[in-house]
């Protein structure tokens, strides 16, 4: 699969890049970290101009996480629940990520972007939870913009050992992950006791 989606980009190009990273946040066994550190590699021999696959990539997840974020103000929770093992949404997995969605609320979007399997489901519950559209744009907009840079420049700068390097990328995102969890609950808790105290 993922031999397939690589060659597609190579061969079509931002469309095909556009096109994947929206089915892959919508929920479809798409590498999306791969795409971009791929598309990176592009840029880095000359098939990419770097501005227009960062646009490109910008815009795809965007619009990846606004279908998301719409299925879910529309069809809500039971709609996942029944089909989510279509798209490799299992119910454990939505569970533990509605319960950390609830904790860290706005920074479960932008944050969640770098945490595989928790990227596919922050947009579905902030349609859950009835967000304006306008905030959840504000918020995917930023995830997204930092999400799809850091992979794309990542994949310029080790060029042809970028594979390799997003095996490791992916093996430590989801403690990368957990510890700026840890952080934000963190400041979260020591906010909270300063407001009490004051």
Do not use: C, Q
């Amino acid at each position: 699969m993922e031999h397939i989606i690589l060659h597609f980009i190579a061969k079509y190009g931002y469309y095909a890049l556009f096109a994947a990273l929206v089915t892959g946040i919508v929920g479809l066994p798409v590498p999306d970290e791969i795409l971009l550190t791929f598309s990176g590699f592009l840029v880095s021999v000359g098939r990419f101009r770097f501005a227009w696959v960062l646009l490109v990539a910008f815009a795809g997840s965007v619009v990846g996480m606004s279908i998301s974020f719409w299925i879910g103000h529309r069809f809500g929770l039971p709609l996942l629940e029944t089909y989510g093992r279509k798209i490799h949404i299992t119910p454990e997995r939505l569970h533990s990520v509605e319960r950390w969605f609830n904790r860290f609320g706005k920074f479960a979007v932008p944050v969640g972007y770098f945490i595989p399997g928790v990227r596919h489901l922050t947009a579905y519950f902030t349609g859950i939870s009835k967000w304006p559209y306008s905030t959840f744009l504000l918020y995917a907009a930023l995830g997204g913009l930092l999400w799809s840079s850091t992979f794309l420049t990542i994949g310029v700068f080790v060029g042809h050992r970028w594979r390799l390097v997003t095996l490791y990328l992916h093996k430590y995102l989801l403690a990368a992950g957990l510890l700026l969890l840890v952080a934000a609950a963190l400041v979260w808790w020591v906010r909270r006791r300063r407001s009490k105290i004051m």
